[in-house]
């Protein structure tokens, strides 16, 4: 996790209109948040290094391709010791279909996304996560029904 960055009012400008357009050029970038490019450039530069920015990529659409079931399972652990936590994010960080894990609090350790063609397909990874002995407990599954809100961007103040 990158330290946390002091960001002036120009950054969170960047970064808002970065998160918006990842493709713009840096020529509109930099007219639009009122630099020369090269400065603009350096700054843009900095953000990445210091983790702020961590990638670029497109936003797709699923369900336009072979994905047509996409679900959350929530997952329980046996042990809480960091070892039983670091084998099962090591278990599962090999596996293309789960998109997304979050360590999180509550009544279960882990949130998952996973995308795969169709319930057959989910219930063998699911299966096969358990045989592979990383320590899962217990495993709740909820279908995504229908998307109502899309991410677009973390929220950036005073952007």
Known sequence: MAALAKLDRIDRRIL????????????ALAEQVALSPSACLARVRH?????????????????????????????????????????????????PEIVEASYVSG???????????????WIALSEGVIARDLG????????????TKRFTGYPIPDA
């Open 16 to 27: 808002a209109r970065l998160q918006a357009d990842g493709r713009i050029t840096n020529q």
């Open 47 to 95: 953000l990445e290094q210091v983790g702020v920015i961590e990638g670029y990529g497109a936003r797709l659409n699923p369900w336009s391709m072979e994905a047509s079931l996409i679900l959350y399972a929530e997952i329980s652990v046996k042990g809480h010791h960091p070892d039983d936590l670091a084998r099962f994010e090591a278990g599962i960080a090999d596996i």
């Open 107 to 121: 009544p279960f350790d882990y949130l998952i996304k996973v995308v795969v063609p169709d319930m057959a397909s």
């Open 136 to 147: 899962v407990d217990r495993v709740v599954t909820h279908v995504l029904m229908k998307k």
